[in-house]
C-alpha cells in the first residue's frame, strides 16, 4: 500500500495551492479519505475529510477556505487551499480509511507573512 501525497510547497499568506494524494495497493474499498496537519509543537488534528459518497467533514479553522474532493476511480484525494494564512504551516498527512488506516509520508507547506 502506498499513498503518494504531493503539492505542498512555500507560499505567501493569501494565497492558494493544492494537495493531492493518490492511493495504490489497497484492494479493498475506501471508506474514507481525507488530510489531517501537525505544525511543529503541536498535536496532529483534523483538516478534512471525504466519504466515498462525497460527504465532507473539516476542521473548523479551515471550514470555509479548504475544499477536499476525491476520484473514486482513481483513489485519489485533493485539497484545495485557498486564502493560506501563516497558522497553516504544517506536515499536512495523507489519510485513507479501507479495512485499516493508511497514511502518506506527510507534505510541508509553509505559508509565509
Known amino acids: 500500500v502506498q499513498l503518494q501525497a504531493s503539492g505542498g510547497g512555500l507560499v505567501q499568506a493569501g494565497g492558494s495551492l493544492r494537495l493531492s494524494c493518490a492511493a495504490s495497493?489497497?484492494?479493498?474499498?475506501?471508506?474514507?479519505m481525507g488530510w489531517y496537519r501537525q505544525a511543529p509543537g503541536k498535536q496532529r488534528e483534523l483538516v478534512a475529510v471525504?466519504?466515498?459518497?462525497?460527504?465532507?467533514n473539516y476542521g473548523d479553522s479551515v471550514k470555509g477556505r479548504f475544499t477536499i474532493s476525491r476520484d473514486n476511480a482513481k483513489n485519489t484525494v485533493y485539497l484545495q487551499m485557498a486564502s493560506l494564512k501563516p497558522e497553516d504551516t504544517a506536515v499536512y498527512y495523507c489519510?485513507?480509511?479501507?479495512?485499516?488506516?493508511?497514511w502518506g509520508q506527510g507534505t510541508l507547506v509553509t505559508v509565509s507573512s
Open positions: 471525504i466519504t466515498s459518497g462525497g460527504t465532507t
Open positions: 489519510n485513507v480509511l479501507s479495512l485499516k488506516t493508511y
Open positions: 495497493g489497497i484492494i479493498f474499498s475506501i471508506n474514507l
